[in-house]
């Protein structure tokens, strides 16, 4: 084997390698766009915090008025008022998006 032919496999050995390496980079992250199963997670998160929020103050109101948990009940159902309004929110910003993202396409 002269110089000539051993460069020439070097040449094609590297070009292998390369393209084997060049499959196993990760892809990059698109933090961006956002997942159906994100976003369903987000609304989920949403609804149980303004539950939880609602239980908090309305629990504490009535330990500190000792009364019936009345408050609690109140502030239980504006929460989850609170709650579906932010998920309605997410949907539509959502829903804005998908809408703008197939207009850019077309």
Do not use: C
């Not at 629990?59 to 408050?71: A, Q, R």
């Amino acid at each position: 084997m002269d110089d000539q032919d051993r460069k020439a496999e070097m040449a094609a050995i590297e070009a292998r390698i390369a393209a084997a390496k060049g499959l196993q980079e990760p892809k990059p992250r698109m933090d961006e766009h956002y997942s159906q199963a994100q976003m369903a997670w987000r609304m989920v998160i949403e609804l149980v915090a303004g539950l939880g929020i609602g239980f908090g103050i309305g629990y504490g109101l009535d330990l500190f008025f000792g009364t019936l948990p009345v408050f609690m009940v109140l502030f239980v159902l504006l929460g989850l008022a609170a709650g579906v309004k932010t998920m309605l929110r997410s949907a539509q910003e959502m829903q804005k998006e998908n809408a703008a993202n197939e207009a850019a396409e077309e």
